[in-house]
Nanobody
Framework: QVQLVESGGGLVQPGGSLTLSCAASGFTFSLNGMSWYRQVPGKEREFVAFISSGVRTTNYADSVKGRFTISRDNDKNTVYLQMNSLKPEDTAVYYC????????WGQGTQVTVSS
């Protein structure tokens, strides 16, 4: 079955950087686009970034454009989210998702941006 396992979250100071990873299994990773979303308590889960299969087209939420970079390694079945210039408002649980509309989600990893 599909399994998505996020890692790399933690506590970081404002202006700092983190890289999240999502290891995928149970499907043909190279043929699927992959997404990152985030959620804070009391709010809906929101889109952060997407990378397509093949030509690896990317798109980002306006709130992270220019600061976050999504990438993938098809040999390792892993998608990454490099997060730079982190702000307190980036604090959330970050989830990876197969595609943009599937019900396949990881369990999430907490990112806290605080001094």
């Amino acid at each position: 079955q599909v399994q998505l396992v996020e890692s790399g979250g933690g506590l970081v100071q404002p202006g700092g950087s983190l890289t999240l990873s999502c290891a995928a299994s149970g499907f043909t990773f190279s043929l699927n686009g992959m997404s990152w979303y985030r959620q804070v308590p009391g709010k809906e889960r929101e889109f952060v970034a997407f990378i397509s299969s093949g030509v690896r087209t990317t798109n980002y939420a306006d709130s992270v454009k220019g600061r976050f970079t999504i990438s993938r390694d098809n040999d390792k079945n892993t998608v990454y989210l490099q997060m730079n210039s982190l702000k307190p408002e980036d604090t959330a649980v970050y989830y990876c998702r197969r595609g943009r509309s599937s019900t396949d989600w990881g369990q999430g990893t907490q990112v806290t941006v605080s001094s």
